[in-house]
Structure formats: C-alpha cells, structure tokens
C-alpha cells in the first residue's frame, strides 16, 4: 500500500440537496482516477458508495460511505453523504473529520433546502467549502441562475472560478478563470484538454475574471494592496490567495460540469488537490494538537457499520501519530483499553488490509470492544480527548411491539446494533408506559429502520402511536375511611386506615406523613400504609397514569391484635388514598414541550395556524437570516409525527426541535376522553 504523508492528504465531504447527484460524482472521481473499470450508475445500483440493499431499492444514499483514490501523487479521501434531513446524522458525522467540502448545486433547481442546511453544518464545522454546479448538460441548466442563488443565500465570497462552456445539449467545457483557458471535456473519461478561450464569451469572462481576481484579492491585504496598485494579479499570487481564502472562509470558489456525464471531474480533482487545506494546515481542536505521523496517537471514530458475519467496523480519522494493527490504545471517552485489530482501508464496502493509518488519514478497525461513534482513541500514555460529535436530538417518536411472540430478545439486540451503527436512531423500553420507544429524525429514517430491522435480524414489529406520560394529581382535600377485612378459613386480614389526601405545588412529587397518635395503628404498620399509597400512586387511579404533587396523611385507624398484619395494612393504606383522592376533585396534567420551528418566512402563516390547532401557545418568533424561528409551547400529546406535517406546510424546507418545559392541566373535554379511553382499554385487558 502506497505512504502519503499529512501534506498530500486531501480529506473531502460531498454533500448537498437530495438528488444533486453526490454519488455519481463520486462514482465519477473514481473511474476517473482509475480505481474503478467502470462507471456505476444509482438507477442501475451499481455504485461503490450506494451499496446497501435499502439505497439500491429507494435509489438514495442513507448512510455516509468512506472511498479514497489517488491523484497526482496525493490521496484523496471522499466521504459521500445522503442528501435527505432524516439523515442528517451521517452528514454532521462525515464533516466533522474532513477539512473540505464539495457542496452540490443541481444547475436546473440551484440552492434547494437541504443545500442551506448542509451549508449550516458545515459552516458549525470550520470546513472550507467549494461548490460545484452540476448537471449543466441538462435541459433547462442555468450555470448563472444557480450561481445568483448561491450569493444571494451564502453571500459574496460565492466566486466562479468557472465558467460553462455552453449549456444543456450544448455544454462542453468551462473557461478557467485563473489559468484564462478554455478547458473543453472529453464525455465519459472526466479528462480535458486545453483551447482558447472562445470569441463570443470573452466580455464576460473579462467581467467575471475581475470579480473574481478582487474577491481573493480580498482575503487577504498583501495581495488586495497588489491588485490596487496592477489591477491584477499573477497565477501564483491568485492560486496563493485562493487557498488562503478558502482555508479562512472568505472565499468560496465556484465549479461546474456533469457528473452523469462524467464531465469536469478531473478539473474538480485538481482544485481539490490545489485548494483544499491538506490536514497538516488545520489546527486541531484548541490547537494543542499537532497533526504529526510521530505524535501522540490520536483518533476520532466517526462511523460504525454492521458487517454480516465479520461484526462492526468501526470508521476512524486519525489526528496526530500513527495507529498500527495490534496497538494497545485507551478510549478516552468512557476509560476503556482497546487493542487494535485488523486494520483496512475503503472503498464503499470493499475492504483492504493495511498495517497502519497515519496522522491526517483514515481507516477502518474491525471489533472494538466498548468504542463507538463519537469515542476518542489515543495514546495510553497521552490520553488526548479531541471533541465528540454533536449528532441532533429525535424529533420523532413512535412505539413499536413484536408481531410474534418471543421476538422481544431478538428486536432489543437488532435496535442496540442499528443504534451503534446511527446514534441519531434511539430506542428505549420506557417502563411508565410499557412500550418500546423509536425515535429518530423523521419518518423515512424510522422507515428505514424498521426495514432494517426484518432484513438483517428477522423479526418485524407493529407501529403503535406512542402513549402520553400523563399525571394526574387533585385540586381540593378528599378524606376516605377505609376498612380491609378479609375472613377465610384460618387467620385472617383486618386494617382500618383514616387518610386525608392534599394537593401540593407542582414537582412536589408524592409526599407522605403520619398524625396517628396513641396505638391507633402500630408504628410496625405505618410503612405498610404508606407503600400501599405509593403503589397506588404508581398505578394510577382515574387513567392508569402516576399521580403526582399530592401528600397522603394517615391521621387514624384501627387494628386487630391477631389479624392486622403487613399485606392488610398495604391494602388498606392502597384503597383509602384511591377513594380520598376520588373525593379531590382530581385532574390530569399533560407534558408540555418548548417547540422551536425553523421555516421560510412565506409559509409562517401556516405553520403558526397549525400549532394552533394542535392547542400550541405562539411565544413569538424571530429572524434566522431568510428563515423566521417559531417558538411556542405545545401539548406533546398533539406533536405525533409533527415533523412530516412541517415538511408538508413547507415543500419540505422545515425543520423542528422540541424540548421538555412543564405539565400543565388538560382541558375538560380533553381529559374526558383520556379517562374513558383509559377505562375501555383496562377493560379490555380485564
């Protein structure tokens, strides 16, 4: 296996919108650069990146795939992502180890949704960015339409570096605005060849080539006081001020071509290798760091992938040193050894043993024993912590249950795997409503998991809406005298318990206190009273849910001196706070979560309508440069599968996040049907 050094590493992202075509152009790259023999295609499934069962069949990456190749003696590490929200997860991954991005434009659409939030996290990220309008032999493509929306959205420092050559039909090639050449592409092989720049776009070049000399001038101050005093600036000096510019965020150059095509991929590799920062020129973390082969070995595993009959593979990014097949190394991030087994290089799903990953590159190490994504590896001497991943939280829930009898192993074993494999897929038994809970970024991405869940473990499940964590506590005082008496055959049961119930303020929780005074009750049977409340409690007496912000005072009662015992006092205790607490004017609390909608101003209207249907208090609303942030409170119980309903008010350019504020009261009507559907369920069970 061919050494790099940290200089001729290029680590790159392709991301985008949904359909801009991510994948054919890494597809491109690759038999461009002559790692493959042939050029797969999405539609026929025969890509390097879309290799599993579920992209091939919807025709869409789900997960981020690691591929390399090598260009002009560098090597070139390529992360392709999905383009769809609900996979989020695997992008946020993907830019946190690379230093470049290639953010694609579909040059008949220009700047679509998921192009702004790609653009966001790569921004939270620090990547430098270069775009790419692809597409262009399309009917309909405007290079310079799409090239106006991209300013408008990411502002000036969005510079063509190209310009087409031509468009839809008639595309074939682009004038390179710093060599001043005409690069016209040969269809198919991602080659070019060099011309003259053609006659009738040499006003415009000329217009553009000044735009664009003064933008990198700009970056920085040296070459803005040159390009003052010449009114232009040399290839070195412009290539000089480019890198500085894109390594800063100041510059954004511009390309164009045709992925399917395979047209201005070799072009787009080039700028790759001459304009994005290799990893020795970004700082690491804080800075502290250095990316140095003969450092302290530091990694960051960024994926872990479930491989049949092999066990998880686990993706890493190594920062600084070199990690070797065998090494003894420490996961900082939970304080565990690990010893480093076969080590392999990839290509989509094919796999290359190699002995070792140096400082800038990546790799893949097969079963780790307690790693996962987001973990640090390092030096068990150094123990270097490099920062985690910040993956966003669920905004959708639903509860699932096995369709066969005895699966419930089987399915919490598949849902731990997929949850090691995407840390965006969460899901938990909550024991308060007795259900499997799912959740995740939307409602293709549970989709996706469920699916995957019968095809790789075998087992299918039902989908169930997920039940509200009601409460239900009193407004007024309810007294009950209750007695427990219970003859059979030999001793029997006797406890009598007086109880006064109170309501207290909210996140009181349930309080207990005893007034009994003289031997009323033996202070032996006192606990048992209060664990009969505290089931009862538990259990729930109006709708099955726990009650809360209550205190029970047994303040009397009366006992038998050879049949009071533990379990009657219990019963007792049980049965005297259920009827007090029928007697104070009970009521339910529902959850109420903090919502924070983040969509285009045009469709404000409709989604403030909405959450106000679903019983939502609007808090107000404020700018996020051309989207408007809704902020209300709204019930959860009226939040099922919200996500899908946001995308559909706004052609799919919303998203959401929600967080736990408070319970609050349910409304009459509301609360009425809650109770009685409580009852039919009970009754059904019964």
């Not at 309008?133 to 990411?154: G, Q, T, V």
């Not at 893949?364 to 910040?390: E, P, Y």
């Not at 899901?427 to 699916?451: C, F, N, R, W």
């Amino acid at each position: 296996m061919k050494e790099y050094t940290t200089d001729q590493l290029r680590n790159i992202a392709l991301i985008g919108h949904g359909g801009v075509g991510k994948t054919t152009l890494n597809e491109a790259a690759l038999f461009t650069a002559g790692e493959t023999n042939r050029q797969g295609t999405v539609d026929d499934g025969t890509t390097v990146s879309d290799y599993n069962e579920d992209e091939i069949e919807r025709k869409i990456s789900i997960s981020a795939c690691l591929s390399h190749l090598d260009w002009k003696n560098h090597k070139i590490n390529i992360i392709d992502t999905p383009g769809y929200t609900d996979f989020t997860g695997e992008v946020i991954g993907a830019l946190r180890v690379v230093e470049g991005a290639v953010v694609l434009l579909n040059a008949v659409t220009g700047v679509e949704v998921g192009t702004e939030k790609v653009w966001r996290d790569a921004e939270k990220n620090g990547v430098a960015r270069l775009l790419f309008i692809n597409s262009m032999d399309k009917e309909h493509a405007d290079f310079y339409k799409a090239l106006d929306m991209a300013r408008d959205r990411f502002g000036t420092a969005v510079v063509p570096l190209q310009l087409p050559i031509g468009q839809a039909a008639d595309f074939k090639g682009v004038v390179d605005l710093v060599s001043m050449k005409a690069l016209l592409f040969e269809s198919g092989s991602g080659k070019f060849t060099e011309g003259d720049i053609p006659e009738d776009m040499k006003g415009k070049v000329d217009e553009y080539r000044e735009k664009f000399v003064e933008g990198v001038a700009e970056s920085d101050d040296e070459l803005l006081e040159i390009f003052f005093e010449a009114g232009d600036l040399t290839d070195e000096q412009m290539k000089k001020g480019l890198k500085k510019g894109i390594l800063s965020g100041q510059v954004y150059p511009v390309f164009c071509g045709a992925a399917e095509d395979n047209m201005g991929t070799g072009a787009l590799l080039d700028a790759i290798i001459d304009y994005v920062p290799s990893p020795s020129q970004v700082p690491i973390d804080d800075g502290t760091l250095e990316p140095k082969a003969d450092g302290p070995a530091a990694a960051l595993v960024f994926k872990t992938i479930s491989e049949p009959h092999v066990g998880e593979l686990s993706l890493f990014r190594v920062y600084s040193g070199t990690i070797k097949t065998g090494a003894d190394m420490f996961n900082v991030t939970n304080d565990q050894s690990e010893r480093i087994g076969q080590i392999s290089t990839l290509k989509g799903r094919e796999r290359k043993e190699i002995g070792l990953v140096t400082a800038g590159d990546m790799g893949a190490v097969v079963k780790l024993k307690n790693t996962h994504t987001g973990d640090t590896l390092s030096d068990k001497k150094a123990k270097i912590a490099l920062k985690g991943i910040d993956f966003p939280e669920p905004n959708i829930r639903i509860a699932i249950e096995p369709k066969a009898r005895g699966d419930e192993e089987k399915i919490s074993n598949g849902l731990q795997s997929l949850h090691d494999e995407d840390p965006t897929f969460i899901a938990k038994y909550d024991p308060e409503l007795k259900q499997m809970i799912i959740s995740g970024q939307g409602e293709l991405h549970l989709t996706v998991i469920i699916d995957r869940l019968k095809r790789k473990f075998k087992v299918e499940v039902n989908e169930l809406q997920p039940k509200i964590p009601y409460r239900e506590t009193i407004t007024a005082v309810g007294d009950s005298k209750y007695r427990h008496k219970k003859q059979t055959g030999g001793a029997g049961q006797f406890a009598e318990v007086w109880m006064r119930v109170e309501p207290l303020e909210r996140g009181s929780g349930v309080q207990f206190e005893s007034e009994v005074v003289g031997m009323a009750i033996d202070r032996v049977f006192i606990p048992s009273i209060e664990k009969g409340v505290r089931a009862a409690a538990q259990d729930g007496v109006i709708s099955g849910c726990i009650v809360t912000d209550v205190k029970a005072v047994v303040y009397d009662g009366k006992q038998h001196p050879v049949d009071s015992k533990d379990i009657a006092f219990q019963i007792a205790g049980r049965e005297a706070f259920k009827e007090g607490f029928q007697k104070a004017k009970p009521i339910l609390l529902e959850p109420i979560y903090d919502v924070e909608a983040t969509v285009p101003e045009a469709y404000t209207g409709d989604v403030v309508g909405d959450l106000n249907s679903r019983r939502g208090r609007i808090l107000g609303m404020e700018a996020q440069g051309p989207f408007q942030v809704v902020k209300a409170k709204v019930p959860l119980g009226e939040m099922y599968k919200y996500s899908t309903t946001l995308r559909s008010l706004t052609q799919g350019t919303g998203g959401h996040v929600m967080k736990f504020s408070h319970y609050e009261e349910v409304p009459r009507d509301v609360q009425e049907k809650i109770i009685a559907q409580a009852k039919a369920e009970k009754e059904k069970k019964e």
